[in-house]
């Protein structure tokens, strides 16, 4: 799986699906490499191997390490689905030329253009409605047919020393204590700097033991940066800014200890719905909510429907539209059902 964090962690139940199918088989995933952590401790995989471009030496290492290792089955879990970041065309070509450097016995994978020839076992396309209203999850464990199999689930490895590390860190305490992530690789997925500061000052207007935790890689900094700005002394000392301070399993420990998370269409929203933190997710019109919502977790996905939506652009043409339309008040009402619905639980 050769796409970012939320593809692979959407991945993981199918190949817990691979593993149970074949549980005396070696199970090696292709990766790119600093996504392994995602994977490395994955109780299904056996092997990381990882696909590093940055150099023609370490393109053809990579190449003679597949081919040595002479696989029995070969499984593509990209899918043809809505692709916002890449090319689904370019994507399964390279796929292709990787799946004939293997040489494997039985390819496996969706029959596409690119890819039909290779294959020795296919699963067949399916219309575009179907499509843009099935996850992403059952799309991919189709490959096995494993489709609305519930004891199948995204998982990411969170270990002892992370999980010590966010205890020490935030110790149980009784309090409200919500993860936020505003941002996005993608720009069309970014919710307007000012909303985020509005509702984290609706946030502390509702409850002022309520904890914040801001979230996210370095790129994210400036975001963090000036929404610590935007908020009194006093508000400050209930918000803490570990954006670029964790790892990915690390904010997977953090968000665990956590009453909800609130989250762009990202890879930060699949690590709490891994987590099964309750998830508020803020989607762009640019995709299909239905491919990429939370599946383990409660939550509630707030999405505007536009004119020029869906567009599948990474970038927005229009000022981000959809998402200026995702309004601070209904995530403030999204967040306190969800809350009342998980203590309702509890």
């Known amino acids: 799986m050769l796409n970012g964090i939320g593809d692979i962690l959407c991945v993981t139940p199918t190949i817990q699906a691979i593993k149970e199918a074949y549980p005396q088989a070696k199970l090696s995933v292709i990766v790119r ?111 096995m047919k494993r489709q609305g199999d519930d004891s199948l689930v995204k998982f990411i490895p969170v270990n002892e020393v992370n999980r010590n590390w966010a205890e020490l860190r935030f110790p149980a305490s009784g309090k409200v204590r919500i993860a936020m992530f505003f941002g996005s690789r993608q720009s069309a997925d970014v919710w307007p700097e000012e909303y985020a500061q509005e509702l984290v000052n609706r946030v502390f207007e509702e409850s002022a033991e309520t904890e914040i935790l801001l979230i996210g890689g370095p790129e994210q900094k400036w975001l963090a940066t000036r929404l610590m700005d935007s908020v009194n002394a006093e508000r400050k000392l209930q918000i803490f800014d570990l954006v670029g301070l964790a790892d990915l399993n690390q904010t997977a420990a953090l968000m665990a200890r956590c009453s909800l998370v609130i989250s762009t269409d990202s890879g930060p929203m699949h690590i709490a719905d891994a987590q099964k933190v309750p998830i508020v997710a803020l989607f762009s019109a640019k995709n299909h909510a239905d491919v990429w919502k939370p599946v383990q977790s409660q939550s509630r996905v707030l999405q505007r429907k536009v004119d020029c939506g869906p567009c599948f652009l990474a970038d927005c043409p229009h000022d981000n539209l959809c998402m200026r339309q995702i309004y601070p008040g209904e995530v403030m009402d999204a967040c306190r059902e969800v809350l009342a619905e998980t203590a309702g639980k509890g």
């Not at 056996?46 to 390490?65: A, E, P």
């Not at 370019?90 to 292709?96: A, G, I």
């Not at 067949?124 to 992403?136: C, K, P």
């Open 33 to 143: 490499p600093h996504l392994r952590s995602l994977l490395r401790d994955n109780p299904y995989v056996d092997d990381l191997i990882f696909y590093d471009t940055s150099r023609v030496w370490k393109r053809l290492i990579f190449l003679r390490v597949v081919r040595q290792q002479k696989f029995d089955l070969w499984v593509d879990l990209h899918v043809p689905t809505f692709n916002t970041v890449s090319n689904n065309g370019r994507d399964f070509f390279r796929n292709r030329m990787l799946m004939q450097s293997a040489g494997a016995r039985y390819r496996l994978a969706y029959e596409v253009e690119q890819l039909r020839p290779q294959l020795t076992h296919r699963v067949g396309l399916v219309d575009e409605q179907a499509m843009s209203t099935t996850n992403i999850v059952d799309t991919t464990l189709a490959l």
